[in-house]
């Protein structure tokens, strides 16, 4: 059983495959180069600032919202057919729209990744990924139907029984966790919100 969550214990063997958000050269007022320092009004963190017109940029996480649909205790899974991880397994997830909540973004992701049909249902993981800047939410979804119609980004969707996830072929270790979190909840009749962080 290498994929049982013991406790709150927090995995540490797959690094994740996102990239580093690269540095800002320019300033989004003015179109001058910036540098990297410390503003002179308190704070303590390097911003890229404007050599002309001083605008500080201020960057921040990025939220990446996601399912984990289920078909009659079967979990649905995306193959990529996309960088980072092409060929590799996944839930359905992707970065956050401006004027969407997250509960939409995840489920405009799940059309566009696998074309499935589902009803939306409660939040199942919140994972810090502080190294690259992101929180992934992973939503609960119960699928009304089998039959799927995947977009560009993934090669192939399929369900799979909990004994047939192919755990050394998924693509991060975010989706790694959230299913281990999942099957732990349904393996005790429970279905909690878990938060994790990740290295
Ligand atoms: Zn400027």
Known sequence: MGHELRGSQIYNYTRICMHQRSLIKF?????????????????????????????????????????????????????RNIEPRKGKWTLPAGFMELNETAAEGAARETVEEAGAQFEMQDLLSVLSVARVGQVHLYFRAALTSDQFNPGFETQEAQLFDEKDIPWDELAFTTVKLTLQCFFADRAKGVQNVHHLNVS
Do not use: F
């Not at 540098?35 to 960057?59: L, N």
């Open 27 to 79: 300033c989004k007022e003015c179109g001058q180069a910036v540098s990297y320092r410390i503003p002179d009004d308190g704070d303590t963190k390097s911003r890229a600032i404007c050599s002309v017109c001083h605008t500080v940029h201020y960057e921040n996480p990025l939220m990446v919202v996601g399912t984990l649909p289920v078909w009659q205790g079967r979990v649905l899974l995306c193959k």
